[in-house]
């Protein structure tokens, strides 16, 4: 495979993540963090840097399996330098970390034909037991 002929890039923002998902490769069955993770977020020159080497790129997608993107301190920053190398930016986050005005802020950043996706696992009375920590309230 040539970098030519990537079109799709998965990008991990961050290892940091408010929740504590028994699921979660991140931590032990929802009680703290497995031994070496290292908690931070992706530089924006790193991120710029593997953007160079695929001309043909048509999405960034944003998502997290040790981390949440939004979690990322510079998220915004990354988000700016993807626009200018994608034609599509998808997020995916579990949605609890942020106030609506951030998000209203993230809308304003983002073109139109963007997604972002916000993740529940369950309805309010079952949600906790999958997304612990998170807030289904405060995402709906």
Avoid at 80 to 97: D, E, F, V, W
Avoid at 104 to 113: F, G, Q
């Amino acid at each position: 495979m040539n970098l030519t002929d990537i079109k799709w890039l998965h990008v991990e923002p961050s290892s940091k993540c408010n929740a504590w998902c028994p699921a979660c490769p991140r931590n032990n069955n929802g009680y703290g963090l497995i031994d070496n993770l290292v908690e931070e977020d992706l530089s924006i020159g790193r991120f710029e840097e593997v953007l160079l080497q695929l001309p043909n790129l048509f999405a960034v997608q944003m998502c997290g399996n040790y981390g949440d993107p939004i979690a990322a301190k510079n998220i915004i920053d990354l988000i700016n330098i993807a626009k200018r190398y994608s034609k599509k930016i998808q997020i995916h986050t579990n949605g609890s970390l942020r106030k609506p005005e951030w998000y209203a802020n993230l809308v304003s950043v983002l073109p139109k034909n963007h997604t972002v996706v916000f993740a529940l696992d369950g309805l309010k009375d079952t949600h906790s037991l999958y997304r612990i920590g998170t807030s289904f309230d405060k995402i709906i």
